[in-house]
């Protein structure tokens, strides 16, 4: 499995590559991202056990690599997000490699490309106050569930109740709509450079605000075999995600994290399924 998960690296670090280049072409602010700054500052490249690879920009970026990429993307690529897939679930945006497979568990009948991706977080600001911040969380939550589009199952009971409640509330032709609301909401504090800034990916993200002057500076790290992008202060933000960061976790914590049931570096999945139709 260390080949198998070592190819993966390697043709997910050729897709950070192109990336990398696309952004200096456009001036485009990045990061790599959680377990990748991790990555590239315990290990000099990937953790050792790690299966993907993150990045971060500033919303205002997000927004423009979005649209540059939609429209003079480099060939082989697919830009992946809500707006492009409506079945797609999660709030953020991936850069699929056509011609690959990446099939995680429960992604099996899935009706986007599933190929071996890279994965592109946006970096909001979050309002000062209590209960703004209060507001802002819920507007999260309910952005993320209209993205999701299902119950959470490990919510608690109120949570799984007021998401139902929400879902039937508005069905799916209203959610894309009430998506665009929403974010237009949870962005209006993003030109206020006092605000803390947050990922509102998740809820873990959205309760863990990082520094206001996060993409202040960048500098380059080594990561594999090339330099990438990280904040200037990863110290700061390493130590807010993590803790003591330079301590691995025990070896029984060392695995792949996203359970891939299928990888192909030569196949789209669409590919594969009629293969084995035939």
């Given at each position: 499995?260390?080949?198998?998960?070592?190819?993966?690296?390697?043709?997910?670090?050729?897709?950070?590559?192109?990336?990398?280049?696309?952004c200096a072409e456009y001036n485009l602010r990045y990061s790599l991202y959680a377990g990748t700054l991790l990555g590239a500052v315990r290990h000099k490249?990937?953790?050792?056990?790690?299966?993907?690879?993150?990045?971060?920009?500033?919303?205002?970026?997000?927004?423009?690599?979005?649209?540059?990429?939609?429209?003079?993307?480099?060939?082989?690529?697919?830009?992946?997000?809500?707006?492009?897939?409506?079945?797609?679930?999660?709030?953020?945006?991936?850069?699929?490699?056509?011609?690959?497979?990446?099939?995680?568990?429960?992604?099996?009948?899935?009706?986007?490309?599933?190929?071996?991706?890279?994965?592109?977080?946006?970096?909001?600001?979050?309002?000062?106050?209590?209960?703004?911040?209060?507001?802002?969380?819920?507007?999260?939550?309910?952005?993320?569930?209209?993205?999701?589009?299902?119950?959470?199952?490990?919510?608690?009971?109120?949570?799984?109740?007021?998401?139902?409640?929400?879902?039937?509330?508005?069905?799916?032709?209203?959610?894309?709509?009430?998506?665009?609301?929403?974010?237009?909401?949870?962005?209006?504090?993003?030109?206020?450079?006092?605000?803390?800034?947050?990922?509102?990916?998740?809820?873990?993200?959205?309760?863990?605000?990082?520094?206001?002057?996060?993409?202040?500076?960048?500098?380059?790290?080594?990561?594999?075999?090339?330099?990438?992008?990280?904040?200037?202060?990863?110290?700061?933000?390493?130590?807010?995600?993590?803790?003591?960061?330079?301590?691995?976790?025990?070896?029984?914590?060392?695995?792949?994290?996203?359970?891939?049931?299928?990888?192909?570096?030569?196949?789209?999945?669409?590919?594969?399924?009629?293969?084995?139709?035939?």
């Amino acid at each position: 499995m260390y080949d198998i998960l070592r190819q993966l690296q390697l043709t997910q670090l050729d897709i950070l590559t192109d990336i990398d280049k696309f952004c200096a072409e456009y001036n485009l602010r990045y990061s790599l991202y959680a377990g990748t700054l991790l990555g590239a500052v315990r290990h000099k490249g990937f953790i050792p056990w790690d299966d993907d690879l993150d990045i971060c920009m500033p919303r205002e970026d997000y927004d423009k690599f979005i649209s540059l990429w939609q429209n003079e993307s480099p060939a082989g690529y697919i830009l992946q997000n809500k707006e492009s897939s409506p079945n797609f679930t999660p709030s953020f945006t991936k850069i699929r490699k056509e011609h690959t497979a990446f099939v995680q568990q429960g992604e099996e009948n899935a009706n986007y490309h599933l190929g071996i991706f890279v994965d592109i977080f946006p970096i909001d600001r979050m309002p000062n106050g209590k209960l703004k911040r209060l507001i802002f969380t819920y507007r999260c939550m309910k952005y993320q569930l209209f993205t999701r589009e299902f119950v959470p199952p490990k919510g608690s009971f109120a949570e799984k109740a007021v998401s139902a409640v929400l879902l039937a509330m508005y069905p799916t032709e209203k959610r894309m709509e009430a998506r665009k609301k929403l974010l237009k909401k949870i962005t209006q504090q993003n030109n206020n450079k006092n605000c803390e800034c947050v990922a509102i990916e998740i809820m873990s993200t959205i309760r863990q605000p990082l520094p206001a002057d996060l993409f202040g500076g960048l500098v380059r790290l080594n990561f594999e075999s090339g330099k990438f992008f990280c904040f200037k202060d990863w110290d700061r933000y390493l130590t807010i995600k993590y803790g003591n960061y330079m301590t691995p976790p025990p070896e029984s914590e060392r695995e792949w994290k996203h359970h891939p049931v299928l990888i192909d570096f030569e196949n789209n999945y669409d590919e594969i399924k009629k293969g084995t139709d035939k």
